[in-house]
């Protein structure tokens, strides 16, 4: 058992919503309890589809229990067939149909139904959400696909696009007009748009790209070693990242990696002179591995900002994230409790925080401004705007979304400057956001808690804090402590606190703190 308050992924079955509810001409019939209805929601209401999500479920009962919970299977699948005539159909079980274990996949094959049917295996109990898309996907393509000759023209299928994917609908436009540019057209995109007839002639592409890795490398896997088609590993966020996916693309195709880029505007912006501020910013990223390694690279590569903290939730994806983190020099985050990702992020400090739905809420209450980068996400993040986050455009969008919550540099400086101002003071925070003061991290008692319990746990690469009580400030090292700005003062203090622990220093006064800050200097 393990206390859970957030979750940032569903359990596997939400994944293979995600895949029917992406794709045209297939339904899924769910063995799941009374209320598992709930999950329409997040298509009709998060997502804002307007139809419902080609999915049947059972819907047993407590009553049904003593009964014939096969038969429900059975008769529901029947009905679903009949009323929808789909071109195939997915079976599979929710967490509580596994424990009863009807076996949708033998009880749909008993029926004689018309069409492909293909069985799901979801662990509910060991695996998460991408699991479950990524398996659906695969199982789909697997049964449904064929050797095929290739196009005469050069060709790819885009892969891993699903419904409820962080913007996913922008990117596949983006990234299939960037590939129009370079002269490749899209034979299928799957599963986002596709039928299943659709995925019987994927085999006749030249490539594939794989959009995200979490809900299409399996099925990317399958197609490079049952067809030989190649696929790319280079995922398009990022101008740096854009230009290497041109470049894979042309290494595969042979076509020109010479490509228009009238539109991209995000290099300039981030080297005009009113970036400069941004130089050094403390960044800590949390999110799925793909969009947090290319976050990453954005932010150190692109835009300037020092990588203080990396993590991600879908343990899938593990180890490229921990060759990024590597190459930012931090100690990888790999955890699904969101009290851990908090506690991180107060011992790291940063000034910004680039993560999920649930990174928002830490960033909230810690303080700090935030941006979105990866599911979960809310409603928000489902905006009626073209917002892609690959290609060039998603480039530009990456710019404004993150650069948007911090404080702008003229304000930056006014608030150093003038400290006592009734409209510049430090906690009034950044102007164009309009909301009420809010408390910095580095004076939220619950902050200095959740610090102090990670620094007792932590490795020695994380930032350790002196436990609380053990070092205190005197007042005239308090009052200096507070001529640096806020948005580097948490970093100041902590460092400050440990240099005097590691000195046996009981009292920080004003020579403490001057000769931690030479000593972190050099
Ligand atoms: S079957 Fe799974 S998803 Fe449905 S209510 Fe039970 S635990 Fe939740």
Redesign the pocket.
């Known amino acids: 058992m393990k206390l859970t308050l957030w979750t940032y992924e569903?359990?596997p079955?939400?994944g293979a919503m995600r895949v029917a509810t992406a794709m045209k001409g297939l339904h899924l019939v769910l063995h799941?309890?009374q209320?598992?209805t709930?999950?329409d929601l997040l298509f009709t209401m998060i997502e804002r589809r307007d139809h419902r999500p080609p999915v049947t479920f059972t819907t047993f009962r407590a009553s049904d229990l003593g009964g014939d919970t096969a038969g429900l299977f059975k008769s529901a699948a029947q009905s679903a067939y009949d009323r929808f005539q789909p071109q195939a159909m997915l079976v599979g079980s929710?967490?509580?149909?596994?424990l009863i274990q009807d076996d949708p996949g033998g009880l749909a094959k008993t029926m004689g139904l018309d069409c492909p049917v293909v069985a799901l295996d979801l662990p509910?109990y060991s695996r998460k959400e991408n699991f479950g898309a990524d398996e659906t996907f695969l199982a789909l393509v697997r049964a449904l696909a064929k050797p095929m000759a290739r196009t005469e023209a050069i060709t790819c299928n885009l892969l891993g696009a699903t419904a409820l994917g962080f913007r996913h609908r922008d990117d596949v436009a983006e990234i299939t007009a960037l590939l129009a540019k370079m002269g490749v057209t899209v034979n299928v995109c799957a599963p986002l748009g596709a039928t299943p007839d659709d995925l019987t002639r994927m085999g006749q592409a030249h490539f594939n790209v794989l959009l995200y890795p979490e809900t299409g490398e399996g099925a990317a896997r399958y197609m490079e070693r049952a067809f030989g088609q190649p696929f790319t590993k280079c995922v398009p966020i990022g101008v740096g990242a854009t230009r290497e996916f041109i470049r894979e693309v042309a290494g595969i195709t042979g076509l020109s990696a010479d490509v228009d880029e009238t539109g991209l505007r995000q290099p300039w912006w981030s080297a005009s002179v009113d970036s400069t501020y941004l130089t050094g910013k403390r960044v800590f990223l949390f999110g799925d591995a793909t969009h947090v390694i290319t976050a990453a690279r954005i932010a150190a590569e692109e835009i300037g900002f020092t990588v203080v903290g990396m993590g991600c939730y879908n343990r899938e994806q593990a180890r490229p994230l921990r060759a990024a983190a590597a190459k930012h020099g931090v100690e990888p985050l790999i955890s699904d409790d969101y009290l851990e990702v908090e506690a991180a992020i107060a011992a790291a400090a940063p000034e910004l925080i680039l993560g999920t739905q649930m990174e928002r809420h830490i960033a909230k209450r810690l303080g700090i401004p935030c941006a979105v980068i990866s599911a979960p996400v809310h409603v928000q993040d489902f905006p009626a705007r073209y917002s892609p986050q690959m290609g060039f455009e998603g480039a530009n969008v990456i710019f404004d979304t993150w650069i948007h919550p911090l404080v702008m540099g003229l304000e930056e400086h006014l608030l150093t400057m003038f400290r006592e101002d009734f409209e510049f003071h430090d906690a009034a925070g950044a102007s164009h956001h309009g909301g009420k003061a809010i408390a910095r991290v580095e004076d939220s008692p619950a902050v200095a808690a959740l610090a102090a319990a990670v620094a007792a746990s932590a490795p020695a690469t994380v930032p350790v804090v002196a436990p609380s009580g053990e070092v205190r400030w005197l007042p005239d090292a308090e009052r200096e402590l507070k001529k640096i700005p806020f948005f580097v003062r948490g970093v100041a203090k902590r460092n400050t606190e440990r240099f005097a622990a590691g000195k046996g220093i009981a009292d920080i006064s004003v020579d403490t703190l001057y000769e931690a800050k030479a000593h972190y200097a050099r």
Do not use: L, N, W
């Open positions: 569903g359990p079955h939400v799941a309890p209320g598992d709930y999950a929710s967490c509580t149909a596994e509910s």
